[in-house]
Every structure is written in C-alpha cells, then in structure tokens.
C-alpha cells in the first residue's frame, strides 16, 4: 500500500495552519482553527484507509476486493464531533461579541497577579509553610518516624498520632 503524497502534504498543512490558528486570541480564528484540524483529521483517515475498494456487503462482493468500513465509520463521528465544537465555539464566540464588542479571549486577573507574583518570588498571603518538610510525589508529606503506642505496639497510633 503507498499513500498518496499530495494527500499527506495536505493533511500536514492542514494540521499546521489548525495549530497555529488555535494559538491565536481571537475566538474566530481558534473556530476555523478547530475546522482545519477537524478537516485534517478527516483526510489523514481516507489516507490511512488505503485504497478505495468495492462497498462492503458480504455475498454481493469478494472479500478481497471489498473496502474497509472502519474508516469511513471514523470518518462520519470526527464529522459529528468537529460540528458540535464548531457549534459550541460559534455560541462562545458570537456571546463574546455580545458582552465584550470583540472575541479576544482576555487574560484572567488572578492568573496575572500569579505571574507577577512569580516574577517577585513573593508566595500567597493563604500559604501556610508551618508544617515544614517537602511534599512527595503524592502530595503528601514525607513519612515522618513511626509512631508506637506507650507499651511499644505501633498498630495501637493511628494515622493522625492518636491513641487507640
């Protein structure tokens, strides 16, 4: 099986063109950029399907010769899925006009108050590092040393240091 080059140069210029318009502030470019992307995944699937094949009924055609439903399956729910987030970006972008007289998407202002806080190394008047230690991978703290009830059994602490 050989791809077709000039749909696969197509494919990547569709994918190229849908990023780098999905990067973009502006809510009608980030629509068409969601099209594009939608319409490339599309054409990389009739790329990746092979060969057009005759229609897959069995009894009528030879299996050998018949066409594989999958993609053309895949095909119609990347279809259906690009139509409801053109719709649902359509709604957000047209409200945006409503609201604001433009569809730029504006920065949020705890997320640049975070920036600057970053840029001045300063930490949040609500973070408490009284608890010393680092976190782990988890989340928690590191395990601190085991813990033993007065008669030395270590199954009577519970997990908060208390007795039971």
């Given at each position: ?149 007065p008669d030395g059994d270590p199954a009577?602490?519970g997990p908060e240091g208390e007795q039971?």
């Amino acid at each position: 099986m050989s791809a077709n080059l000039v749909l696969v140069v197509v494919v990547g210029v569709l994918f190229a063109a849908g990023v780098y318009l999905l990067l973009e502030r502006s809510l009608t470019r980030v629509l068409v950029g969601v099209i594009l992307i939608g319409n490339g995944v599309n054409t990389l699937f009739l790329v990746a399907s092979g060969p057009a094949g005759r229609a897959p009924i069995v009894g009528l055609n030879d299996v050998d010769d018949m066409s594989d439903p999958l993609p053309q399956a895949l095909v119609l729910t990347a279809i259906v899925i690009t139509l409801g987030v053109t719709a649902f970006l359509l709604a957000m972008a047209y409200r945006a006009w409503q609201l604001n007289g433009n569809d730029e998407v504006q920065d949020d202002v705890e997320d640049a108050a975070i920036r600057r806080r970053a840029e001045l190394d300063e930490v949040s008047s609500s973070y408490d590092d009284s608890a010393g230690g680092t976190m782990d991978e988890e989340g928690a703290d590191e395990p601190a040393a085991v813990a033993s009830s007065p008669d030395g059994d270590p199954a009577a602490v519970g997990p908060e240091g208390e007795q039971r």
